[in-house]
T-cell receptor
């Protein structure tokens, strides 16, 4: 597709459930980022991939958060045993070389 | 990366120029100033970036002071569609950790008819 695609757009989970959020970056983009955006706040960095290598995961808030990009294209962000504080919009972004970041529209997670 | 300071909100009349300020007094010589905006329920969108010189593109102009400690994003003829949160971000030329962007709180710009 022409842009970064994320799915699902909306996800409601019960506390304790596991969720998986998918990101399809722009074709050919080497770099992929995940951000978490709480209501009324700016996006916060979670993790970064260069191709299939996860080079920075310093922003992941706990070991319940796990991200992968096994073939260097599609990425999945997995959250285990979801908690209410995990409710947020999860944004994916990709970049070719050193150019600007292109963001998807995000996946809004609500944990009840 | 240097910290930036922006006013939390601003209003602008439709058709007038919107001037959004940003302070980055601790910016270092190899750091660029980037501007992104986020329209409600969408992901952030790149607007413009610059190092020293003023920059202009089809979306906006970026004015950076000579000492580089502050900058202004100018939307020359604001429309209702420009209502969004605008983020000023400083990022180094040498990409540490992939050149990740560190977002602050941004400025919520409301363009009014």
């Amino acid at each position: 597709g022409a842009g970064v695609s994320q799915s699902p757009r909306y996800k409601v989970a019960k506390r304790g459930q596991d969720v998986a959020l998918r990101c399809d970056p722009i074709s050919g983009h080497v770099s992929l980022f995940w951000y978490q955006q709480a209501l009324g706040q700016g996006p916060e960095f979670l993790t970064y991939f260069q191709n299939e290598a996860q080079l920075d995961k310093s922003g992941l808030p706990s070991d319940r958060f796990f991200a992968e990009r096994p073939e260097g294209s599609v990425s999945t962000l997995k959250i285990q045993r979801t908690q209410q504080e995990d409710s947020a919009v999860y944004l994916c972004a990709s970049r070719q070389g050193l150019g600007e970041l292109f963001f998807g529209e995000g996946s809004r997670l609500t944990v009840l | 990366d240097a910290k930036t300071t922006q006013p939390p909100s601003m209003d602008c009349a439709e058709g007038r120029a919107a001037n959004l300020p940003c302070n980055h007094s601790t910016i270092s010589g190899n750091e660029y100033v980037y501007w992104y905006r986020q329209i409600h329920s969408q992901g952030p969108q790149y607007i413009i970036h610059g190092l020293k010189n003023n920059e202009t593109n089809e979306m906006a102009s970026l004015i950076i002071t000579e000492d580089r400690k502050s900058s202004t994003l100018i939307l020359p003829h604001a429309t209702l569609r420009d209502t969004a949160v605008y983020y000023c971000i400083v990022r180094g030329v040498i990409y540490n950790q992939g050149g990740k962007l560190i977002f602050g709180q941004g400025t919520e710009l409301s363009v009014k008819p």
